[in-house]
């Protein structure tokens, strides 16, 4: 579709350092040669795919300590992300293209009489920020489908390797603000070979910033 390969051709976005929160075992294996495994639940919020978050070692930590995580020692990885051909949900152009690709998917469920999933909060955590995005997840991988059947007829139309976006998430920074406590840019890796190399984060870095120990 030809407005999917523009958008591709024009989103070829440089390395970035990302941050993976995750076990201490996991984080041993990352950081010894394993590869990230792709989370493919129905309600990530960009689609299928392993999730970073650009340049914040906290907010991955947050994410690792949080009690439906039950790590039983939580720790974050850095990586560089070659960023490449990239659906990026913080330009305009990002934006529209998942708008068409969410018309389509509601078209095609109106026509085999499927309801549209819900982005929800779960039962436990009622915070507004609806955690649970099964509608996101369901038109970030139609669209990336749509993408697949496009390449068969067209040559030039290229693979999204990543995706990025902003999330207003947690509560007001202070009464009436614009600002969200988790606010967040977040990176789901479609394509394994584009990352690049993996980390631990420097002790300097971690008593810096008011960490504990990590590994």
């Known amino acids: 579709m030809k407005w999917q390969r523009n958008i591709a051709e024009r989103r070829q976005l440089p390395t970035v350092l990302a941050y993976h929160g995750c076990n201490l075992g996991t984080a041993q294996d990352l950081v010894g040669g394993s590869l990230f495994m792709p989370s493919t639940e129905d309600y990530d919020w960009l689609g299928s795919g392993s999730y970073f978050w650009e340049s914040d070692v906290v907010r991955a930590y947050q994410w690792a300590i949080e009690p439906r995580r039950k790590f039983s020692h939580p720790s974050v990885v850095g990586a560089a992300i070659e960023l490449g051909n990239c659906l990026d949900l913080t330009t305009q152009s990002g934006i529209a ?34 955690i649970l995005r ?21 040559s030039n139309s290229q693979p999204f390797s990543t995706v990025r976006a902003l999330f207003p998430e947690g509560d007001e920074l202070y009464p009436d603000a614009g600002f969200w406590e988790k606010t967040h840019v977040q ?9 690049l190399g993996v980390f631990r984060i420097p002790e300097w870095q971690r008593i810096e910033l008011g960490l504990p120990d990590l590994y």
């Open 97 to 130: 293209a998942v708008k068409v690709a969410y018309e389509g998917f509601k078209s095609l469920n109106q026509k085999t009489g499927t309801p549209l999933p819900r982005n929800i909060d779960p039962a436990k955590d009622p915070t507004g920020d609806k």
């Open 134 to 154: 099964r509608l996101d997840c369901a038109v970030m991988n139609y669209l990336f489908e749509i993408q697949k059947i496009a390449q068969e007829s067209d």
């Open 187 to 195: 990176i789901c890796v479609r394509e394994p070979q584009r990352i």
